[in-house]
Structures are given as structure tokens and as C-alpha cells.
């Protein structure tokens, strides 16, 4: 059983930036490979970037492209995301989410096993 707590959302000025926090418990997560996905009001959960555990192998959504990081520190199992350049259109609850998927990049929501509770990041303008 894995357990994700998200935490680091939060109200910013368009512009700035925020860093949300994954806190991942497992037995080992070199065989897990982590997502990011938003979902804003009134639509679907999107993808927003994802990490393989193993290999630190990363991908993300045009639409963040160049902006967003996401990492992962192993002696912390957190996995991080790191939003710059915040648009108000990144406004969404951000959800963290694992699969055993090992080495491989995952985007399809459906995939994934295992959610967090969601944090919701409001950017405005």
C-alpha cells in the first residue's frame, strides 16, 4: 500500500512561483514511477509532469513546459514540483499519484494506482 500527502500549495501573484511536495510511503519506490496531474473546475484531471523513480527519467505538458521541474529525493521519498513563472491558468488542485511501472513515463491518469488528497495552488492575476 502506498500512502501521498501533497502539501505546498497556496494563493500567488501571477508571476511567482510555489513548490508543492509529494511525501510518498512505501516498502521501496525504485519500481514506482510518479505523476503530477491538476484538475481545475469544472474539468478533467489533467497531466502535468511525471518522474521515474529509478531512473529520474522525466516528461511534462506543453502547457508547462519550461516552467515546471519536477524532481524526487530518495532519502526523503518526496517527490517535488516546482512551479515558476505562475499563469492563472495554472489555477487547480494538484494531485500526486504513483504506478509500478518500472523505468517507464506514464501521462494516462488511468494508470496510476495510488492518489493524494490534492492541494490547491490559486494564481492570480
Known amino acids: 500500500q502506498v500512502q501521498l500527502v501533497e502539501s505546498g500549495g497556496g494563493l500567488v501573484q501571477a508571476g511567482g512561483s510555489l513548490r508543492l511536495s509529494c511525501a510518498a510511503s512505501a516498502r521501496t519506490f525504485s519500481s514506482y514511477t510518479m505523476g503530477w496531474f491538476r484538475q481545475a473546475p469544472g474539468k478533467e484531471r489533467d497531466f502535468v509532469a511525471v518522474i521515474t523513480w529509478s531512473t529520474g527519467t522525466t516528461y511534462y505538458a506543453d502547457s508547462v513546459k519550461g516552467r515546471f521541474t519536477i524532481s524526487r529525493d530518495g532519502a526523503k521519498n518526496t517527490v517535488y514540483l516546482q512551479m515558476n513563472s505562475l499563469k492563472p491558468e495554472d489555477t487547480a488542485v494538484y494531485y500526486c499519484?504513483?504506478?509500478?511501472?518500472?523505468?517507464?513515463?506514464?501521462?494516462?491518469?488511468?494508470?496510476?494506482?495510488?492518489w493524494g488528497q490534492g492541494t490547491q495552488v490559486t494564481v492570480s492575476s
Open positions: 499519484a504513483a504506478v509500478y511501472k518500472y523505468g517507464r513515463i506514464v501521462t494516462d491518469r488511468a494508470q496510476y494506482d495510488y
